[in-house]
Each structure stands twice: as structure tokens, then as C-alpha cells.
């Protein structure tokens, strides 16, 4: 895979965590259970999230290991194959937690990646 690809995967991953932070706003937790369609929205970028870290290859993510690329698509494969449900503890956690980091780290690893 080229630089490009890895690129443009990374941004889309950017792309997705962008848009999170917008329609989640400064919502709480309440707020965001109460909002169906945030949820599905919020639930629907995740997965892409999850499915274009699938496409990252090896050696990018064994290079970048400090980021945990297993968990973030394994949060997906739960997402699309959990027909019991979603638990939007975890979504939460993840939105609140988890993207506001990532977001930053994978702006770093584009920039690196520049020079």
C-alpha cells in the first residue's frame, strides 16, 4: 500500500472523529441517549472507523503500535455483529474518551509522515 493510501485512509479515520465531535457538540450523556438519531450517526462513523482501520497495513500499525488498532476494530466488528444490541455505555466512553485522543495522535502520524 502507498504512502497516499495510508494518507487518505487516515484521513478519512480524521474525517469520521471530526464529525463525531459535531453532532455529538457539547451534548452529556443523557442528551446523546435520548437522541436516536446521533446515535446512529455516532454508531455509523465508528464503523467506518473501525473498517478502514482494518485496511491499514501491518507494518503501518506495528510501526504506530502506541495507538490500539486491534480494539478500534473490534469495536466495529461489535457494532455490525452484536444483534443484541449496542451498548452506548461503551459508545460514550469512546466518544468521550477515547476519539479526542486518537484525533490529535493521527494528525501527528500524517504530519511525520510528510517530511
Known sequence: MSKREIRAILE???DCIERIAIYVGN???DEFMADSKTQDAVIR???IIG???K???????NAHNDIP???ISGTRDR??????GVNYDIVWVVIAND????RPRLLEILQSEET
Request: hydrophobic share 40%; proline share 6%.
Open 69 to 71: 488498532w486491534r480494539e
Open 55 to 61: 485496511q491499514l497495513p501491518k507494518n503501518f500499525t
Open 27 to 29: 451534548m452529556s450523556y
Open 51 to 53: 473498517e478502514a482501520v
Open 12 to 14: 478519512d479515520i480524521i
Open 99 to 102: 476519539l479526542p485522543s486518537l
Open 79 to 84: 457494532l455490525i455483529h452484536d444483534y443484541s
Open 45 to 47: 462513523n465508528l464503523e
